[in-house]
Structure formats: structure tokens, C-alpha cells
């Protein structure tokens, strides 16, 4: 599907070709545009600043508006690069969430997940104290990733921005297991009046479902998962057993690779087409669509 929108052969190594010799900027804006993408909300804690291209940048070229999303473990990083002390490092986060809506975050960001996993225990104050005390070099113990996040959350909570959460597969440095979205349930009740995103999933796709199913405060999308397996609409499938239309969420993750976001784009609305068009009537399952990928993020986020 890349060689019509690249005007080139149906072929890997044409498409390589006209990636090679174009200019980074038109290829990218290219690719992006055909998603025909209203808004994009980008996650500002990668890649690390000056290996990439800033969320407006990334609006610009998509012809889009576009918005940033705060990641709370690069708060953290920074504090510790800065040879923050404990309570310094908490108070930093703190305020930097705690400013977050009005500097124009329209969400914050955990990857708790791949730092220590999603079992987030009680504060533990000495041991967050020991971790920094032992030279870490980033947010990346447990009792100190925990601390931060229950930190960034109690900051959020009295206007909280939506709270997305990597869950389930992602890079070799992450434990699977401790990925599952179901570890999340006493955070989900604890912070009752904060949305809680929940990213990816696969393969706790099911397990995210049934946390949108029984938590008012819980959304969740399949990105990631869309464009990279194999069998795009088992996965909405296993998304709407449970959960209402409602709830699930339209996203990419692309990052690094420009062919991912129109990959992912036509085939989320490729598998929507499939099990919608099986579930409901014509008319409600393109209302059902139009939710998914446009209308409960709009709900959802403070876009204005």
C-alpha cells in the first residue's frame, strides 16, 4: 500500500529508493498526511532531545494539529542528571505535573512497565532514599519509580489529566508479565476520578478489555499491537467482547519508521470495518467507528 502514496513500483526496493533520495521532511510529511489524521499527541519523552522531531514539528508536517504528552520517569531522569536529593526530586515532580495542563500537556505519561513493572507497591521512602544513594543513573528502581509515580499521580488528581500506561509487549528490556494491565487495578481504584489510558496491551489485549469494561476511569487502544501483528482485527475482536465502542481508543505508537503511521491508520480502520460491519447495522457501525477513531479521544483529552 506505500507505492501508490510514494508514486513508485510495488516493490521493496523501489519503496527503499524513493525513501533514500527524498528529502526527510516532504517523505515523512508525505506519509503522514495520508493518515488524514486530525490530531496528533505525542509523548515528549522520546526519543531523547535532538534525536528527533519535536511534537510541532510532527504537526507541521502531518498538516495536523498536534499536542504534547508529559512523560513522568523522564521527570525523574532529569532530577537525577540535575543530582537531585530525594525530596528535591519528588517536589520536582510534583510541580512539574502539577503544571502540566497549563503549559499544555494534555496528558501524562508512565513506562513504568519497562522501568519495574506495573505491581506498584506503597511508598517506600528508604528505599527510593538507598537507590539514590547507590549512583542511579536514572528513575529505574522499583521503590523509586514507584515513589514518582504515586507522586505524579496524587499531583494530578485534583485536575487530572488522562494518564497513559505502556502495557504488555515492547523492547527486550521489558518483563512481560509485569506489563499485564491487570497489576494496574489498585491504582485504577485508588485514583478513581483520573482516566486512566491504558497503551498497547497485546497480549493482555482481553485483560485491558475487561479494565474498560469495569472501571469508569479505564480506556484503552491497541496501538503498537496495530500495525505490528499479524491478525489486526482479532485483536479490535478481543478489544470489544467487553469493552464498549466507547472505551477503545484509535493509536499508532509510530516512531522512527514514517511508514508506520499510515500502516497503522488503514489497517485500524481495515479491522473496525471487519468487526463492526459483522457486529452492527451500516449506520451503527459507522457511528462505532467514528468513535473509535476520532470521537472518544476528543472526549477524552483536553485538546480544546
Not at 478481543?238 to 466507547?246: C, F, G, I, R, V
Request: charged fraction near 25%; proline fraction near 7%; glycine fraction near 8%.
Amino acid at each position: 500500500m506505500l507505492a501508490p502514496l510514494l508514486g513508485c513500483e510495488a516493490t521493496e526496493e523501489a519503496v527503499f529508493e524513493r525513501r533514500r533520495s527524498s528529502d526527510p521532511d516532504e517523505y515523512a510529511a508525505t506519509l503522514l498526511r495520508a493518515t488524514r489524521s486530525e490530531w496528533l499527541l505525542l509523548d515528549t519523552g522520546f526519543p531523547a532531545p535532538g534525536r528527533g522531531v519535536d511534537w510541532e514539528k510532527m504537526g507541521r508536517l502531518a498538516g495536523c494539529a498536534a499536542a504534547p504528552v508529559l512523560r513522568i520517569e523522564t521527570l525523574g531522569d532529569e532530577g537525577i542528571a540535575r543530582g537531585l536529593g530525594l525530596d528535591e526530586l519528588r517536589e520536582l515532580v510534583r510541580a512539574e505535573v502539577a503544571a502540566a495542563r497549563g503549559r499544555g500537556y494534555v496528558a501524562l505519561k508512565t513506562i513504568a512497565a519497562y522501568r519495574s513493572g506495573l505491581d506498584v507497591g506503597p511508598m517506600d521512602l528508604a528505599g527510593a532514599a538507598e537507590a539514590l544513594a547507590a549512583g542511579a543513573a536514572r528513575t529505574d528502581a522499583k521503590p523509586l519509580v514507584d515513589l514518582l509515580l504515586l507522586d505524579a499521580l496524587e499531583a494530578n488528581a485534583a485536575e487530572p489529566l488522562p494518564v497513559q500506561v505502556h502495557c504488555g509487549f515492547g523492547d527486550s528490556d521489558l518483563t512481560l508479565p509485569l506489563a499485564d494491565p491487570g497489576h494496574l487495578k489498585p491504582l485504577i481504584e485508588r485514583f478513581a476520578a483520573t482516566p486512566f489510558v491504558l497503551l498497547h496491551n497485546y497480549p493482555y489485549v482481553r485483560e485491558a478489555s475487561w479494565l474498560a469494561h469495569v472501571y469508569a476511569n479505564v480506556f484503552f487502544d491497541v496501538s503498537l499491537t496495530i500495525p505490528h501483528v499479524s491478525r489486526p482485527a482479532e485483536m479490535v475482536r478481543q478489544s470489544l467482547e467487553l469493552a464498549p465502542t466507547s472505551k477503545l481508543l484509535y493509536g499508532s505508537d509510530a516512531n522512527r519508521a514514517p511508514e508506520l503511521y499510515p500502516l497503522a491508520a488503514t489497517w485500524w480502520r481495515e479491522a473496525l470495518a471487519e468487526v463492526l460491519g459483522e457486529a452492527l447495522p451500516t449506520r451503527e457501525a459507522e457511528e462505532a467507528g467514528r468513535r473509535v477513531l476520532r470521537d472518544n479521544a476528543l472526549a477524552l483529552y483536553p485538546l480544546g
